[in-house]
């Protein structure tokens, strides 16, 4: 069985614009941008929706839950091993994150998963992934 050691995970960087994703995440909260003009979704955030390119976009609490698209187990650099993984939320948008607490061994595309929230070295809580 191959579990992730433990690694720190840094910090991120809160700038206006996304100030209300991490306030969210820190309470548990996965938020997902989208557009009030053509009600898309949108990963990453941007104040301007990359589909009509309008300024009116809001967050949403987004369930939390998807599936996994791609992952590589990561065995080379840094404490090691961690899995990189692309997941396609319910919403219908892809995050990269990581895949964590559970046998990467057992992971296959397709899996389900769901949010879980790891602290960063500074405390800022980061959403990452774990299979349902």
Not at 41 to 51: E, G, K, N, V
Request: glycine letters at 6%; aromatic letters at 10%.
């Amino acid at each position: 069985m191959t579990t992730a050691s433990t690694r720190a995970i840094p910090s991120p960087d809160i700038w206006p614009d996304n100030k209300e994703f991490w306030a969210a995440a820190q309470s548990g909260k996965l938020l997902v941008k989208h557009c009030r003009s053509c009600n898309q979704p949108h990963w990453y955030p941007r104040p301007l929706c990359p589909f009509c390119m309008s300024e009116q976009t809001e967050w949403r609490e987004a369930a939390g839950t998807g599936t996994i698209y791609t992952f590589s187990i990561n065995r080379r650099v840094g404490p090691v091993p961690y899995v990189i993984a692309y997941v396609t939320l319910d919403e219908g948008v892809s995050m990269l994150t990581n895949i964590v607490d559970c046998d990467f061994e057992a992971l296959r595309i397709g899996d389900r998963v769901k949010v879980v929230m790891k602290p960063s070295e500074n405390g800022t809580m980061v959403p990452m992934f774990t299979p349902v």
